[in-house]
């Protein structure tokens, strides 16, 4: 079965920093971009990061650049997300997402989402 | 910065209805570019549309996309129950999403 599955979130006070990982199986990681969207209690969904197949290429949204750094590690067919002097309107469900390939290029895997919360 | 507006921001129909979900670009984009999610309450998104008219693999023939250039379309025919929920439009030139529609019972 193909699946993300994040872990990691919590709870983090405004300025500090919490690392989560997606594992992602059922399909060959190392060969996919992937993605972190987040959506904010009861708001819509905001696109924050992604990192191309070999990690050449890697992008963030104007919100997160420079507090946030997504990485991945093919060995272990994982992706994550650092992120650093958080703020208290970075609190969401992050999830980690593929993108699909060929004409596929939309998000067609998406994990459950993990809640990071940043407040005092 | 491309910036996609979705309306009408709450729909209200009730079931065996169409459904018409507008997408409108800020400024031209690809047709191979524009995808459709749908997430319901305490789920993650789903991929319903991709390349603005295909449907992604499982998806009911109840749903189609249409459009081009700025204005793209999401149509649902015959509102099933499980249909009530929000819907996304996506433009993956720069991953940006709209603000959602939200298909509620009437």
């Known amino acids: 079965e193909v699946q993300l599955v994040e872990s990691g979130g919590g709870l983090v006070k405004p300025g500090g920093s919490l690392r989560f990982s997606c594992a992602a199986s059922?399909?060959?990681?190392?060969?996919?971009?992937m993605h972190w969207v987040r959506q904010a209690p009861g708001k819509g969904l905001e696109w924050v990061s992604s990192?191309?197949?070999?990690?050449?290429?890697?992008y963030y949204a104007d919100s997160v650049k420079g507090r946030f750094t997504i990485s991945r590690d093919n060995a272990r067919n994982s992706l994550y997300l650092q992120m650093s002097s958080l703020r208290v309107d970075d609190t969401a469900v992050y999830y980690c997402?593929?993108?699909?390939?060929?004409?596929?290029?939309?998000?067609?895997?998406w994990g459950q989402g993990t809640m990071v919360t940043v407040s005092s | 910065e491309i910036v996609l507006t979705q309306s009408p921001g709450t729909l209200s129909l009730s079931p065996g209805e169409r459904a018409t979900l507008s997408c409108r670009a800020s400024?031209?984009?690809?047709?191979?570019?524009l995808a459709w999610y749908q997430q319901k309450p305490g789920q993650a998104p789903r991929l319903l549309i991709y390349?603005?008219?295909s449907r992604a693999t499982g998806i009911p023939d109840r749903f189609s996309g249409s459009g081009s250039g700025t204005d793209f379309t999401l149509t649902i025919n015959r509102l099933e129950p499980e249909d009530f929920a929000v819907y996304y439009c996506q433009q993956y030139d720069s991953w940006a999403f709209g603000q959602g529609t939200k298909v509620e019972i009437k």
């Open positions: 059922g399909f060959t990681f190392s060969t996919y971009s």
């Open positions: 997402s593929r993108e699909g390939r060929g004409v596929v290029r939309a998000f067609d895997i």
């Open positions: 400024q031209s984009v690809s047709s191979i570019y």
């Open positions: 390349g603005a008219s």
């Open positions: 990192i191309s197949s070999s990690s050449n290429f890697i």
